[in-house]
C-alpha cells in the first residue's frame, strides 16, 4: 500500500492513502448529512434494523464461529439489544434533533436563547471482541442519529463478525458515510492518527489511556466506555435463592466476558455458605440440567481465544496457589478454549484474581462483616463501571448506593440496567468517560451549540462598554448587587 500525507496541516506522520482517501470521502461527505432532517436519518436507521432482521441467522452463525455463543445469547444480547437501540432512536429522534430554547437571565433581558444539535463530523467507533456485533452497531447508531459520517473498527479478535459488519456497511450505506476497516492493533494505531471529530471507545483501560493520548492531539472528543471489577454486595437480609439465580445468569452469560460481569461478590460473612449452595444449584440447572456436563452445554460459550483462554487459566491457578478452594466448578479445557463457571471461596485479596478484571466465568465470594467494610473494599479499588447490591434493607441499599462510586449500579438484579434505554450507560474514572446510549448517545456525538438571539441595536449591555465612566461603574455595582 502506498503511503501519502493525508491534506489537512494537523495530521501527524504518514498514514496510508487508502485511509485517507476513505478519511476524505467521509469529510467531504458531512455537509450533505449534516443538511438532513429528521425523516432522513430515520430511513437510514430503518434500512440498518431491516438487514438486521434479514441477517439474524447470519449474525447467530458469525458469533458462535467466533467463540460459540449460543444462538439464544447472540439474539438477546447483540440482536434484541441493538433492534432495541434503533427503536428508541427512532421514537425519539424527531424530539432530540430539535432546539431546545431556554430561559433568559434579567442581565441578558431581551434576548431569545437555545441549544442546537449539530453533528460532530467524522467520528470513529473502535469495538471490542466481547459484543462484537453490539459495541460495533450500538455506537454506529447513536453517530447516525446525530447526523455523523463514520469510520467502524471492528475487534480483530472476532474475526467472523467483522467480516460480518464489512458486507453490512457496504449493503446498507453509502461507502461516504459509513466505512468498517478491518484490521487489529496496527490499524487502530493509523486510525488514531486522523483528525477525527469524536472517538466512541469501547475496550480496555489500557488501551483507552491510548486512545486519549491519541485524541488529545487533535483535540478530538472521545466517549471511552471501558471495564473494571464490578462488585456485587449480598447482605444478609437478600433472598438469597433469588441472588444466586442473578448472580450466576450475570456471569456466566457470554462466558463472564461481559464488561458489566459482577468481577467479584462481597457477601456477608453468615450467608455465604448458603449463597454458594444456591449458586451451584443454579450453575447445574441452567449450564448442566441432564448431568451431561457443562462442557456439552449449548447454553454456555467459550473463551475468545487460546490467550485469553490461559490468561484466565494462570488466575485460576494463581487464587488456588494463594489459598482459593474451588466451591464450584474449577474444570479447564484448553483444547476448547472452556473454562466451567466456577466459584472461589477464601481468596486472598492480594492474589491476581482480585487485583485484575477477570473477564471470564470465575467468581471470587469475599465475605464481610460490616457495610461499611464492604464500601471500603470496594472504595479502595479503581472506580467500577457497574455496582451490585443484593438486599431487602432499603436502608442498606441507599448506604451501598451513596457510598460506593460505580458508572452504574442495579439492585436485587446484574446487567439489565444497561438496557433501559431511558438510562445513561457509562463508567466513571478507570471505568470510562461519557455516556452512551439513547439520548445520552445521540448527546456524544452531537455539538450542543449554544446559540442567543440579540434584537439589533438593542443592547443592555452596551451600557457597560468602555469608556468606564462613573456611570459605568455604578451600573456595574447593581449588576453585581441584584443580578
Ligand atoms: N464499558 C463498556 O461498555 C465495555 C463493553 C465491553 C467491553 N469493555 C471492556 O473491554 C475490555 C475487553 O475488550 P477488548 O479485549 O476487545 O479490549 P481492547 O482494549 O484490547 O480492544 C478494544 C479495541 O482496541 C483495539 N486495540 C487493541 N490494542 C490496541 C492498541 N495498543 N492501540 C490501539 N488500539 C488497540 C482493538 O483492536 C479493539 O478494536 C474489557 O476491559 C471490558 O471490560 C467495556
Redesign the pocket.
Known sequence: MAAATLSAPETSPVISSELCAAFERLRAHTPVLRREDATARATRLRRLAAWITGNRVAIQTALYADFRKPAAETDLTEIWSTQAEIKHTLAHLRQWMKPRRVGTPLSLLGTTSWVQYEPKGVCLV??????PFY?AVGPLVSALAAGNCCVL?????TPHVATLLRRLAEEVFDPAEVVVLE???D???E??RLPFDHIF????????K??MR?AAEHLSGVT?????KSPAVVDATANLRDAAEKLVWGKFLNAG????APDYVLVQEPVQAELVREMEAVIRRNYNPAGAGVENSESFARI?NQQ?FNRLAGLLEDAQATGATVAVGGEVDGRQCFIAPTVLTQVAPDSRIMQE?I?GPLLPLVPFGTLSEAADFINARPKP?AQYVFTRNAENQRYLLDNVSA?GAAVNETIVH?GHSELP???VGN??VGK?HGHYGFLAFSNEKAVLRQRIGRTSIKLLYPPYTPKVRRMLDLLLRYL
Not at 153 to 157: D, I, V
Not at 201 to 208: K, L
Open positions: 473502535m469495538a471490542p471482541w466481547n459484543y459495541l473498527k471492528p475487534s480483530e479478535l484490521g487489529g492493533k490499524m487502530a494505531t486510525l488514531l471507545f469501547t475496550g480496555s483501560p489500557e488501551v483507552g491510548i486512545v491519541a471511552l466506555e471501558l471495564g473494571g466476558q461481559t464488561c458489566v475468545v485469553h478484571e473477564f463501571l458508572g444497561l450507560f457509562g463508567g471505568s470510562g452512551a
